[in-house]
Nanobody, 119 residues
Framework: QVQLVESGGGLVQPGGSLGLSCAAS????????MGWYRQPPGLQRELVAT???????EYADSVKGRFTVSRDNAKKTVYLQMNSLKPEDTAVYYC?????????????WGSGTLVTVSS
């Protein structure tokens, strides 16, 4: 069983910065994709950014140039640095990872962390 534990959410003013992290634990052999999705109030969950084991990244157009995703493979941890935050970035942010455990393929989500951008 894989656990993903997020940290770093909170309240920030427009134009501010915030960092999120997510650590994976369990009997994990390898992690392919790690990343972040978000669900704004009243809307569906959407992609924010993902990063592959080798470091290639993908970003939603709405966050390009403002957010940076990175990972530490040794620590099984993914990070999201969010700069120039806007009120429309307010959402619950979910960590995502997929890969292999001793029982086979996994694809799991964290429980989410709330980011509120407001003055």
């Amino acid at each position: 069983q894989v656990q993903l534990v997020e940290s770093g959410g909170g309240l920030v003013q427009p134009g501010g910065s915030l960092g999120l992290s997510c650590a994976a634990s369990g009997n994990i052999f390898s992690i392919n994709t790690m990343g972040w999705y978000r669900q704004p109030p009243g809307l569906q969950r959407e992609l924010v950014a993902t990063i592959q084991f080798v470091g290639s990244t993908e970003y939603a157009d709405s966050v390009k140039g403002r957010f940076t995703v990175s990972r530490d493979n040794a620590k099984k941890t993914v990070y999201l640095q969010m700069n120039s935050l806007k009120p429309e970035d307010t959402a619950v942010y979910y960590c995502y990872a997929n890969g292999l455990t001793s029982r086979g393929y996994f694809a799991d989500w964290g429980s989410g962390t709330l980011v509120t951008v407001s003055s």
